[in-house]
């Protein structure tokens, strides 16, 4: 697995305006709940997709079953599918990514599946994997962005 660098997650963080967050959860003290705040303060719109909260609000969002659900992807209006599963189950999402033409598939830390981003590079797809935009962000000093 090679790195991604910097110059590409800059251009892919300061590309990005909507988010699908798989793997959301509700409580405040999850890793996905707190990169889902940290990145509706910088800016971004990000979607939350958790089938077992699908039709409930989390962080101000309505939660989506899939991400094919959302309105948004059916315009082909998402630019990320950030991934928070296990590295064994990256794999769908990545693909759902694919299908609704997503311009970028983000593995969390230590999520890694190469056949995922295999097949989403060859999509034509950005792929970065065991990475965090909560982390990249101010590490890069991506300015928050303008609502």
Aim: net charge neutral; hydrophobic share 45%; proline share 5%.
């Amino acid at each position: 697995m090679s790195r991604t660098d910097d110059s590409t997650l800059r251009r892919i963080l300061e590309g990005t305006k909507i988010i699908a967050l798989v793997g959301a959860s509700p409580k405040s003290d999850r890793p996905s709940n707190g990169v889902m705040r940290f990145l509706q303060r910088q800016g971004y719109r990000v979607i939350p997709v958790n089938p077992g909260l699908e039709g409930q609000t989390l962080n101000g969002e309505r939660v989506y079953a899939r991400i094919a659900d959302i309105p948004e992807a059916k315009d082909g209006n998402i630019d990320m599918v950030d991934i928070f599963r296990n590295s064994e189950a990256a794999l769908a999402p990545a693909r759902e990514a694919v299908a609704i033409g997503a311009k970028t598939v983000w593995m969390q830390l230590g999520v890694i599946n190469e056949t995922a981003a295999a097949e989403a590079r060859a999509a034509g797809l950005d792929v970065v994997m065991d990475h965090c935009p909560a982390i990249e962000i101010p590490r890069l000093g991506i300015a928050a962005k303008s609502r």
